[in-house]
């Protein structure tokens, strides 16, 4: 049976009209939809953190704890739409299984500890100081050709260790990218990434 586009509406139509004649009560899903947990909560705009194209996030908070969340329709880049991580704002903030202390495991440890981030931010300075001041390169010698063409070897400064690498990560904006890839260059790393170019 052929149903042309006209008629499917008309039939859609009939059946929504004969749902109270058949029994189907809408009033409690109506009182409902006045209840809603977001009804009288003020949306506020932010910004995913999870890459670096900028969608909006309308955010519902109630005393210190995130209701709900939905992509911005007013924001230009996304305009209301969220990819699956967008999607998963919400999750980010209420999860049991979020971790919300750094956690550290000694090499040959079985087990995690929990540190401060006073701690953790220490050891990660004396980390990379020890690495750098043991494989910093100041100085190599390079061939190169000579006025006559024939084969030298000169010493030129490169400043750098090959021993540390750094990734850094989409959520930055180009300001903070900039700044992070300036530290790195500044430390002498060679090896500067970015996750969106993975």
């Known amino acids: 049976m052929k149903v042309t586009r006209r008629e499917f509406l008309k039939i859609s139509g009939a059946a929504v009209a004969a749902l109270p004649v058949l029994g ?11 209840g809603f947990r977001i009804k009288n909560i003020k949306p506020v705009p932010s910004i995913c953190p999870y890459c670096g194209c900028g969608c909006g996030v309308v955010v519902y908070a109630a005393d210190g704890k995130v209701l709900s969340t ?20 919400f999750q980010l903030h209420d999860n049991p299984r979020r971790m919300r202390k750094p956690l550290y495991r000694a090499p040959y440890s079985d087990h995690w500890e929990e540190k401060d981030w006073d701690w953790v931010f220490n050891e990660i ?22 006025e006559t063409g024939a084969d030298k070897e000169i010493e030129i400064i490169v400043n750098r260790t090959d021993a540390i690498a750094t990734l850094g990560g989409a959520a930055l904006d180009n300001e903070e990218c900039y700044l992070y890839s300036k530290l790195a260059r500044s430390l002498g790393f060679t090896y500067v990434e970015h996750c969106a170019r993975l």
């Not at 189907?24 to 006045?34: S, Y």
């Open 125 to 146: 300075a004396q980390r990379i100081k020890k690495t750098r001041d043991e494989t910093f390169v100041s100085k190599e010698k390079v061939t190169t050709k000579d």
């Open 24 to 34: 189907f009560d809408l009033k409690p899903a109506m009182a409902e939809a006045e």
């Open 70 to 89: 939905e992509g911005d329709p007013d924001n230009p880049i996304n305009q209301g739409s969220t990819c699956a991580k967008g999607a998963s704002v």
